[in-house]
């Protein structure tokens, strides 16, 4: 089996959630949102190499919460850059190997489950990618410059989630680039670097918590017995 790392990105702030602390901080069922993700990721693979991404600022913070609430999952924190893609490539720096595969994934999704991440890893080594999706659920419509729209095939569409995992040398070969504006996630860096994607089904349960609904959601699925 080929090396495994993990990058987890937490560069939220909260803003949208309304809260003075960072998304990723904020607790659900007593404990922070970014231990229950990194817990998530140890549960596949206890010798997975996890590389978190912070702020540099809120490296205290997380150091002091980690104090705070005895967590000693073994992670190595790294400082971020002004954008996701700047964090991930900051990152991707921090593993020292030549081959392997990585998952990134967002650090305000905590329900990650084990099968989606190791179909991830297995998908990515056998195809060199697998980005998590899911189908839309609702009617879709194309909004045009003027203001008008019209309805869209919903079946020719997915939505992204992450993890999104690659194999290592063609992804280190797509983040020498210059970062674009449409790079709004790994998938689009790889896919401009001229390597095809593979989608791998995700769930609807696999939400990222950006708003007060997701975490009163969130707080409601840790609440239910599965």
């Not at 990721?41 to 609430?69: G, H, K, M, N, T």
């Not at 179909?119 to 203001?147: F, I, P």
Request: charged share 25%.
């Amino acid at each position: 089996m080929k090396n495994r790392f993990a990058i987890i990105v937490a560069g939220g702030s909260g803003s949208r959630m309304g809260a003075s602390a960072p998304k990723q901080f904020l607790p659900i069922g007593e404990l922070p949102i970014l231990m229950h993700t990194i817990r998530r990721f140890r549960s596949y693979d206890a010798d997975l190499e996890i590389i978190v991404v912070l702020p540099a600022e809120q490296i205290p913070v997380w150091e002091a919460l980690c104090r705070q609430y005895r967590f000693t999952e073994p992670v190595e924190v790294v400082a971020g850059g002004q954008t996701r893609f700047q964090s991930v490539r900051n990152g991707l720096a921090h593993i020292r190997s030549d081959d392997g595969l990585v998952a990134v994934h967002d650090g305000v999704r905590p329900f990650v489950t084990t099968e989606i991440i190791r179909n991830s890893y297995e998908t990515a080594e056998r195809t060199g990618s697998a980005v998590t999706c899911v189908a839309l659920k609702d009617s879709a419509r194309l909004l045009h410059a003027d203001g008008s729209s019209q309805a869209v095939d919903r079946t020719r569409y997915r939505l992204v989630q992450t993890p999104q995992t690659f194999q290592l040398p063609l992804f280190r070969q797509a983040f020498r680039a210059d970062e674009q504006v449409f790079f709004t996630d790994c998938a689009s860096v790889v896919e401009h670097a001229g390597f095809p994607i593979t989608l791998i089904e995700g769930s609807y349960d696999n939400l990222k918590i950006t708003t007060p609904d997701d975490l009163a959601f969130a707080e409601q699925k840790l609440r239910t017995p599965a």
